[in-house]
């Protein structure tokens, strides 16, 4: 069964950085693309960034460019993301999700990541 565990989230002042990570267990993890998406009240769920299975090729959403790194350590099955300058309008849930290839074909698109962990909160107070 595949577990993908956050931690990491919290309560930051505008202008912070917090750092998210991912813990995946139940599948060869190396061999999948990896992503975060985030969803806020009353919002759809949106991507925000991706990796494929070695690390070489990474996708950000134009909100978060600039602001956001996504990484992955395939020894020790994490994937992170550090997130700086951080902005009121990024306070939302944040998923971690194993996409169902080694390179995404489409990040943004949902259906295309078929294992989701449970969601860390991260609230950016102004």
């Known amino acids: 069964q595949v577990k993908l565990v956050e931690s990491g989230g919290g309560l930051v002042q505008a202008g912070g950085s917090l750092r998210l990570s991912c813990a995946a267990s139940g599948r060869t993890y190396s061999r999948y693309a990896m992503g975060w998406f985030r969803q806020a009240p009353g919002k759809e769920r949106e991507f925000v960034a991706a990796?494929?299975?070695?690390?070489?090729?990474?996708y950000y959403a134009d909100s978060v460019k600039g602001r956001f790194t996504i990484s992955r350590d395939n020894a020790k099955n994490t994937v992170n993301l550090q997130m700086n300058s951080l902005k009121p309008e990024d306070t939302a849930v944040y998923y971690c999700?194993?996409?169902?290839?080694?390179?995404?074909?489409?990040?943004?698109?949902?259906?295309?990541?078929?294992?989701w962990g449970q969601g860390t909160q991260v609230t950016v107070s102004s």
């Open positions: 990796i494929s299975w070695n690390g070489g090729s990474t």
């Open positions: 999700a194993s996409n169902s290839y080694a390179t995404p074909i489409r990040p943004g698109w949902v259906p295309e990541w078929d294992y």
